[in-house]
């Protein structure tokens, strides 16, 4: 997921086909915690994903979850905006541009995981790590450099695909107004 190379095979087929589940009804849940000390922060979540189905067929119950640390090399801290559930924007110390700054920077790293397979259906595991090194230029631009490492198996449904790993690099830029 965290390369967008989660769900499909290299010939666009999914892992999972939802018709083959021939579900009644699904229902979600997720816990999750985050917070941080300082310079240091974390996060974590799992889902669970129950699927009952048609024609008296046995339930099925997919789940995921990950787990992630980062800290600021340069003092920062995460802050927490209480009343969205979420994190704000990180409050740069030493801007570039400023008397020398020279912005924040964060190491972090990620491990998820992805469980597909359940009775009669095989849509496949998927094992994520992740390192990463995130640069905040200042409160608007930002600039983020991920390697993720992938463990995949697509499971007994889809046999057009093979158990690979995966190496991706990803950067992304933003600038936020």
């Not at 801007?95 to 790293?109: K, L, S, T």
Request: zero cysteines.
């Amino acid at each position: 997921p965290e390369a967008h190379i989660g769900g499909k095979d290299s010939d666009g087929i999914y892992w999972v086909d939802a018709k083959s589940m021939n579900e009644k009804s699904i229902l979600g849940a997720n816990a999750e915690i985050a917070g941080y000390w300082g310079p240091l922060h974390g996060q974590a979540e799992y889902v669970n994903m129950n699927v009952e189905r048609l024609g008296g067929r046995k339930s099925l119950s997919f789940h995921g979850a990950y787990a992630e640390l980062g800290y600021f090399l340069t003092g920062e801290h995460m802050n927490w905006k209480q009343k969205a559930g979420q994190w704000k924007r990180v409050k740069v110390l030493n801007p570039v541009g400023r008397g020398g700054g020279i912005g924040a920077w964060e190491i972090a790293g990620r491990f998820s995981y992805l469980d597909l397979a359940d009775e009669d259906i095989d849509g496949g595991r998927a094992r994520n790590w992740t390192a990463a090194l995130n640069w905040w230029a200042n409160q608007n631009v930002m600039f983020r450099f991920n390697y993720v490492y992938s463990d995949r198996d697509p499971g007994t449904n889809n046999t057009a695909a093979e158990h690979d790993y995966v190496h991706a690099v990803i950067a992304r830029a933003q600038v936020v107004f």
